[in-house]
């Protein structure tokens, strides 16, 4: 196997690609010649994504999909192989945040928000993995989060789900070690898109306080989606294990494996700074 995977002519199957890093990995992944499946729940979004990254050439294809529907996941791997016949990569990008402590966040919520960022990757991994062992270089890419290196307060239900997709993603990289398919787990900093806004706000949380975590969570998304995503496709054509995406996400880990307990007083210490 060469030591750098060639993108070029294979197939890959990303979810969330309606816009924000999903879209952005999507034109990456486009400019290097590879075919796309793009799935989000979002059509108008596909739509866009496809005109963003097609050069009249390449074949995309787009598949309205809710990565939370379990008979959709299981199903949608024939879609992708009647209209490309294989597939060589599996991004599993699509999420959803929520704000709110534990004691605000109603259970309905927290299942809600781990069945599209922990068990909506699941559903598709498993759907897809037989079919991903077929191919002489495949690679299975999971989106974790800096929330799942650390855990601040506020982040219950999303760093719990961004540490299980980390979780599951260095077990199943033991797993297929040797196999033609590798994994690689990706933890972005703070890009620019709109999940902050997006972010579906628990019933019991007071709303202004809502309204100042929305405006603080913001202010440190700068990355804009297009240098996280080259970021990104870098990193699985290096079949990276792990990708830090960001000089906020390489900070963080750092201060998080040199101060696994006390990170939370340095980090406060830092944003005082800054």
Known sequence: MPARMNLAGRVAVVTGAASGIGRAISASLAR??????????????????KRLGSSGELRITLHPLDVADRAAAAGFPDAVLAAHGRVDLLI?????????TFE?????DFEWLFEINFWGMV?????????????????IVNLSSVFGLIAP????AYAA?????????????????????????VHPGGV???IADRARVPSGANPKEVADRIARAKRVLTLPPEVAAETIVNGIERRMKR??????????????????????AILERLAEKL
């Open 32 to 49: 290097r010649r590879c075919r796309l499946a793009l799935a989000d729940i979002d059509e108008a979004g596909l739509l866009e994504t």
């Open 92 to 100: 599993n990008n699509a999420g959803v945040a929520l704000g709110g």
């Open 104 to 108: 605000e966040v109603a259970e309905s």
């Open 123 to 139: 559903r598709m991994t498993r759907a897809f993995l037989p079919h991903l062992k077929r191919s002489d270089d495949a690679q």
């Open 153 to 156: 307060a506020g982040q219950t």
């Open 161 to 185: 789900s961004k540490f299980a997709v980390r979780g599951f993603s260095n077990a199943l990289m033991q797993e297929l070690a040797g196999s033609s398919v590798g994994v690689t787990v």
């Open 192 to 194: 620019a898109t709109a």
């Open 243 to 264: 990708v830090l995406v960001g000089r906020d996400a390489k900070l963080i880990a750092i201060i998080e494996r040199l101060a696994p307990v006390s990170y939370p």
